[in-house]
C-alpha cells in the first residue's frame, strides 16, 4: 500500500573554508554521459522550470502527493540528463542512474528492476521521494553500492515500486547535502548519502566530489567524469576557487552559491547579487524573470514557442558577448558560443535545423525568493565544479572547453 508523501525538511549548511584533497589520475573515478531522453518532451524549459519550482517548494517543506502526481499524467520527463552505470549487490546489477547534486536519495528501480543479492537488507522503511520531473516510492534497503573502484557496504537505497517521469533511465544518484533525506523513510531522520559513507568508512580521503563535463554535439556520449574524494588536476586549468554555501534560504539548503551576472564589455546588469544553485540535474541556465527580461533585451533574442527558449538570427550571434558570472572574488566568461544550444542537437529539441537558440532561460519568478538562480550543466560543461561537503564550500575552475566553439 502506497504511504503518505513524507515532506523533505532541509538544514543550513555552515561554511568552513578549506583546501581539498588533489588527485592526479585518481582510481577512484566515475565516467557519466550526457544522453537525451527520446520518450521525454521536448521541451527542456518546461521540465527544467518544474524542476527549480520542486526544489524551492522542498526547501520549503513542501510537496507533491502521489494522487496529485498522478492526476497530472502524463509528467514533464527530464529530457537531457547526465547518467552513470552504477551498480547495486554481490554480484552487482549495473542501473543507469541520473546524477544529481540537487538531491540526496540514491534509488533504482524506475527501468531495470532491482535485483536481490546476498548483500539486500530491507530495513522496512518505506521511501518517498518527489521532483520536479517525477516522483518515486518503494522500499528502503541497505546494499552494496559500486562507484567505479569504489565499493560502499550498507549504503541505503530506494527500491521502487512506483514511479513516473523517469523513462529511460533506472533512478538517481544522490549527491546533495545530506540534509534532503530528512524525512524521506517512514522512519523518519537523515540517510547517509554515498559521500557520506564512503568518507566515514575511510575509502575516501576527503568528503567531496569533483565534477568534470565537456560540452557535446552527441545525442548520447560518455563526456564526464566523476572523481570521489578529491579533484583531479588533469581536468582543469589554473586553480579552483572556492566560495562557502550561501546562508541564503532556500538556496542554502542545496549545492547553493551567491553571483551577479553582466553582460558585455559595458558589464550590463543582468542578475544583481543573490543566491541561487549549481545543479547536474538542470539542463539550463536560468534566471530570475526580470534578469530573463535584461538578457533578452541585451540579446535581442525572440521567444519560440517550439522549443520555449529564445532564438537570435545569425546577426545576432555575430554580435552576442559574452556572459560575466561573478562568484566570490573571481569572474567566469560564459562566452557566446557557451550561450547556444548545440545547433547540431536543434531538432532533438524540437527547434529547427538552422536556428540559434540561448540556453539562458526564465527560471518562472521575479528575484528576491532566494533561489534566484541555477546554473545547470550547460554552465558547469564548461568549467570544473567541485562539492566539497565537509567544508560546505563549493570550487570553480576554468577548463580546456572554457572558450570552446563546440556549439
Known sequence: MLARLLPIVALAVAAVVAKPVVIRDSPITLAVARRFNATAAPNILKADQARAKALKQQAQGKHTSL?????????????????????????????????????SNTWVGAGIDYV???SSVDTGDEVEVSYG???FFGEEFLDTVTLGSLVIPNQSIGV????????????????GPVDLTQGTTSSGGEIPTVLDNA?????????????????????????????????????????????PVTSTSPASFYVGIDQ???????????????????????????????????????????????TGLLKITADQFAALESLFFN????????????????????????????????IVADIGSNSGEGLDFIDGFTFLERFYNVWDVANAQVGFATTSFTTATTN
Do not use: H, M
Open 160 to 175: 521502487s515500486e512506483f514511479a513516473i517521469g523517469f523513462d529511460g533511465v533506472d533512478g538517481i544518484l544522490g549527491l
Open 199 to 243: 568518507f566515514a568508512l575511510g575509502l575516501i580521503d576527503a568528503e567531496l566530489v569533483g565534477i568534470s563535463f565537456e560540452p557535446t554535439t552527441e545525442l548520447s556520449t560518455t563526456n564526464g567524469e566523476l572523481t570521489f574524494g578529491g579533484t583531479d588536476s588533469s581536468k582543469y586549468t589554473g586553480d579552483i576557487a572556492y566560495v
Open 116 to 118: 536481490q543479492t546476498s
Open 67 to 103: 494522487k496529485a502526481a498522478q492526476a497530472a499524467l502524463p509528467v514533464t520527463n527530464g529530457a537531457v540528463t547526465y547518467t552513470a552505470s552504477v551498480g547495486v549487490g554481490e554480484p552487482a546489477t549495473q542501473y543507469d542512474l541520473i546524477v544529481d547534486t540537487g538531491s
Open 327 to 358: 562568484i566570490g572574488d573571481n569572474t567566469y566568461e560564459f562566452t557566446a558560443n557557451a550561450q547556444i544550444w548545440p545547433r547540431a542537437l536543434n531538432t532533438a529539441i524540437g527547434g529547427d535545423a538552422d536556428s540559434i537558440y540561448l
Open 133 to 135: 520531473s517525477g516522483i
Open 260 to 306: 551577479t551576472i553582466t553582460y558585455g564589455s559595458a558589464a550590463t546588469p543582468i542578475l544583481p547579487l543573490t543566491a541561487g544553485i549549481t545543479d547536474t540535474g538542470t539542463t539550463l541556465v536560468l534566471i530570475a524573470s526580470d534578469a530573463f527580461s535584461a538578457y533578452q533585451t541585451a540579446t535581442g533574442g525572440v521567444p519560440d514557442n517550439n
